[in-house]
């Protein structure tokens, strides 16, 4: 029963500091975080565009060199 109570003190002491912690977040408005996903989709397709034209470029390449 004593390791029980020592658990949950544990657990809500944990508790309430990950609270306290969410509290000094600054969380971005509904406008920066469009902004930052648009960001991110459109670099996710250019580095997707390049890998595929490098993968196509090897591809060809070791065509060649194989035959």
């Known amino acids: 029963m004593v390791k ?3 658990i949950l003190t544990t657990v809500k002491r944990f ?6 912690e969410l509290k ?3 969380w971005p408005t509904r406008k920066q ?3 930052s996903t648009a960001v991110v989709i459109v670099v996710v397709v250019i580095v997707s565009v390049f890998l595929s034209l490098v993968d196509l470029g090897l591809a060809k390449i070791i065509k060649l060199i194989l035959g």
């Not at 508790?15 to 306290?20: H, N, Q």
């Open 4 to 6: 029980l109570n020592e």
């Open 15 to 20: 508790l309430s500091e990950a609270k306290a």
């Open 24 to 26: 000094k977040v600054t």
């Open 33 to 35: 975080a469009f902004a």
